[in-house]
């Protein structure tokens, strides 16, 4: 039976004595999990009112900084004071055994002052799991977290059987960070349970001596540290790159400053490595914390997908990148400040194979919410779409055939697709459906060398010459590409044709698909997912048109497990491995879908779904139910992680909190 260890805390404020402020506690909140520690939460000023500009809990285990000037309406209003607006703050810190006092201590006129007191009683008791669907990252944290990782009292000895213990260098440039996120964030790298790490610090030029001190007293406290300051500030990215020219390990994880790793992160990189040692990228899943480190909002990713990553750099974190790759790409450019890192990912992953970019199923990585981050909202951030557009448009600038365009989201970008001019196009839709078939897909501007076809029963007709002899062969369609129109519709998006030839032409491209609409806007269907035991789901089902789904997914182009047969387009030269012509009939349609999927898994192609190619059906149909066949290829599965919820095309839809 699984079980729960709830600790119980308490907290007592003892009356103070010569103390020169005031202080309040609104809540002390336990963590049990990946270790034992308490978050502090409350308000303090002086006497005189000064703010307390820098404060600490400090315990016979550690001296934490606090986050203080945190906003408190509320404590000002009750004391009639403006001066108590700003005069919040939190703290969160180890609890080693069952007791605990940790003092808060503030800086007033470079003195120190005790301001008060908190006891901590620490109780475990055992509780029933919960039996409730779990539906939310909480429950899951709480019932499937520790299972994804070696038992801690085994970590030591598990160690020793690694053939490789590569040393692993921490990228961290930083710039008047607040203490407390800074020290939260370098001692989640001091607490990681894989010893062989460096922390390569640079400061970008922060303003007051008080940063560089404490980083000192970092480097002091732990040789793996090492600490360079830059006198003026050059940006994130010559930071970075100052950084990694003092690393000296095999592989750079790169870290924000006020972020967190888990403390499994870089063994679990390290045991990913030693199962696969070819590997030049790693990424992990992550969630997000806020202030106090409550976690929430997890990322399970995909594994790799290049068309998805120029969607959005959905690797995010973590990530650990083989170092002399990175040395000689250049390591990061400046240009691309703003979108630094996934600037950098695009060109790894453009100078390595797909076979060694490797995904941990697991949330390694701890992405800060506060008012100043992008994890909270880009609008903080402005000039980071302006950054997106120069890294994109640097890596298809080669190509003369794509252009860079805004995405469907607010942090996503698109990479505009033209068909050659020369490109032929066949549509192909039934007979049965009506004459509007034609006008309709005529009305998405279909390029000028597109030819349309009737299908009646079994036979193939030119659209515009009712009397002509059916075709009979693939040549006779005389097109690069075929589009098959399997529903009845009323309207398509503007470059329809165009979007779904250009994605077909690609040479990695087996079959591609669009987003199919009812007549309210309501998503039919956006792609096919396949779960671990072979079940294919229709995950974003439901959803209205600008809805995005889980991670995006459902309005970026990506590689998909299978599509929907309503309308799916290919090279017309695929049609030779399923029989030619003689394979399309009107009761067909979905089999040739479906075997051009199966035919592009075993050729290593890709079966794409475009929401850049939308149709509207004419009428509303009955819930699509995907067909159930042969299991996707592995890299195409769902992430394991969603699988443990209770309804996972739930999840898919509306996300976990």
Known sequence: MDTLSTPDVSFARPPRTNAKGKLGIDQVLSFSYPRREIAVVGWCCFDDCSPVQQAWLVSD???????????????????????????????????????????????????EQTLGEVRVRWQESINKPESS????????????????????????????????????????????????????????????????????????????????????????????????????RGGISAA????????????????????????????????????????????????????IGTRSFPAFKPDFDADLLCGFDYLGH?????????????????????????????RVTSATQPKRIKHIAKPLYHWRMHDGSTAFSLSVKPYTMRAWNIALQRHVESADSYAVREGLFVGSMRVLRRPPSDSRVSVLYRASDGPHQHRALKRSNAPRRTAF??????????????VARPLMTVEDLRSDVTIVVNCGIDCVSHGFVDELTAQALREECGVVGGTILDPDGIVVTAGLMCLGDGTYLNPFEGLAQQELGYMGQARVVRAVASIASHVFAFRTSRLLDLNGLACLTEDSLDDVCARLVRSAHASGRKV????????????????????????????????????????????????VI
């Open 61 to 111: 285990e550690a001296r934490v900084p606090c986050l203080t000037g945190l906003a408190r309406p509320d404590v000002a209003h009750h004391h009639s004071a403006r001066a108590f607006a700003h005069a919040g703050f939190l703290c969160r810190l180890p609890v080693k055994g069952s007791m605990m006092a940790a003092r808060l201590v503030a800086q007033y006129d470079d003195v």
């Open 133 to 232: 669907p779990r539906q939310d990252y909480g429950r899951w944290l709480r019932k499937f977290e520790s299972r994804l990782f070696w038992p801690v009292p085994e970590v030591e000895q598990r160690l020793r059987m690694l053939s490789w213990t590569p040393l692993v260098s921490v990228i961290l440039p930083t710039f008047n960070t607040p203490q407390y996120y800074l020290h939260r964030c370098i001692d989640s790298v001091v607490a990681q349970h894989y010893p062989h790490w460096e922390l390569c610090i640079t400061d970008d030029g922060s303003s007051g001596a008080a940063i560089r001190e404490y980083l000192m007293e970092w480097a002091a406290r732990d040789p793996r540290i090492c600490v360079s300051f830059s006198e003026q």
């Open 240 to 291: 970075s790159n100052r950084s990694i020219e003092q690393s000296s390990g095999d592989f750079i994880v790169l870290l924000d400053h006020d972020d967190e790793l888990h403390p499994f992160a870089l063994l679990e990189v390290v045991r990913c490595l030693n199962a696969h040692p070819e590997t030049d990228l790693v990424y992990s899943d992550e969630d997000k914390i806020d202030q």
């Open 318 to 346: 973590l990530v650990a990148i083989r170092a002399s790759l990175v040395r000689q790409l250049g390591g990061f450019r400046s240009a691309a400040d703003g979108a630094q890192d996934w600037d950098l990912l695009l």
């Open 453 to 466: 076809f009737e299908l009646i029963l079994s036979a193939v007709h030119p659209a515009d010459d009712s």
């Open 608 to 655: 794409l779904h475009t929401p850049y190619a939308v149709a509207t059906l004419r009428t509303n149909v009955k819930t699509y139910r995907p067909p159930q066949g042969a299991i996707a290829p592995r890299h195409l599965i769902v992430n394991p992680n969603l699988e443990n919820f209770s309804n996972v095309s739930a999840v898919l839809k509306d996300g």
